[in-house]
């Protein structure tokens, strides 16, 4: 008797067939997914590249028109502002200084009515230094910050900077006392009243005696 042929399954039915057609399938779309994401990367670029573009052609603007001199002054400003922290006075007059940068009045002037700085940050700076290297007072702080012989911030900017000063003053009267009293040989009275004295470091009396009752510590 002849065998009969085996009937061959139609193409479509066959397993093999459907695993290629999900593996084109599959491959097709994470090639789209990773346009999208090279599309999206790439516009993320461009909106940066054009915002920096776009800031550095409005400084330049600002500038156009300048001269060296003036140009000069106003990258020195920047300078103070970003690393020593100054005031807007305290770099007018370092600026025009004799035996500062020496710039002319109007070359000087014009650097600080160009120069974007937050003062108001630069007196915080200020008072923290203060805080953390010379141990002072709030009040001792204020009054540094708006002295014509010392920082020469305004009333304002002092006022914004010992409001926003993280500052432990009965750690800084402490340090003081210890200070007086080992320099010195003040007794605690005697430090008492030149940590609270108005010629003197300017604690509050609250902050003096923290540091008198903790003097031995």
Known sequence: MAREKKQKKPFFKRIWVWVVIVLVALIAIGS?????????SNDSSNDASKAANSSSSAEE?????????????????????????????????????????????????????????????NALKKAEDYS???????????????????????????????????ADYNKNALNKAKDYRNQQNLSPEQIREQLTSQTGELFTPEEADYAIQHLGD
């Not at 789209?32 to 999206?40: A, C, M, P």
């Not at 922290?85 to 000087?108: C, N, P, R, V, W």
């Not at 650097?111 to 003062?119: M, Q, R």
């Not at 204020?142 to 920082?151: D, M, N």
């Open 32 to 40: 789209i997914n990773g346009s999208d994401e090279t599309t999206t």
């Open 132 to 166: 953390k290297q010379q141990n002072m007072s709030k009040e001792g702080i204020r009054r540094q910050l708006t002295a014509s012989t010392g920082e020469k911030f305004t009333e304002e900017e002092a006022q914004y900077a010992v409001d926003n000063l993280k």
């Open 61 to 121: 603007a600002d500038t156009k028109g300048a001269s060296k001199n003036q140009l000069s002054a106003l990258l020195k400003a920047k300078t103070y502002s970003s690393m020593m922290h100054m005031s807007k006075q305290a770099i007018f007059a370092q600026l025009t200084a004799s035996t500062g940068d020496k710039f002319s009045q109007e070359d000087a002037q014009y650097a600080v009515d160009h120069l974007k700085a937050d003062y108001n940050k």
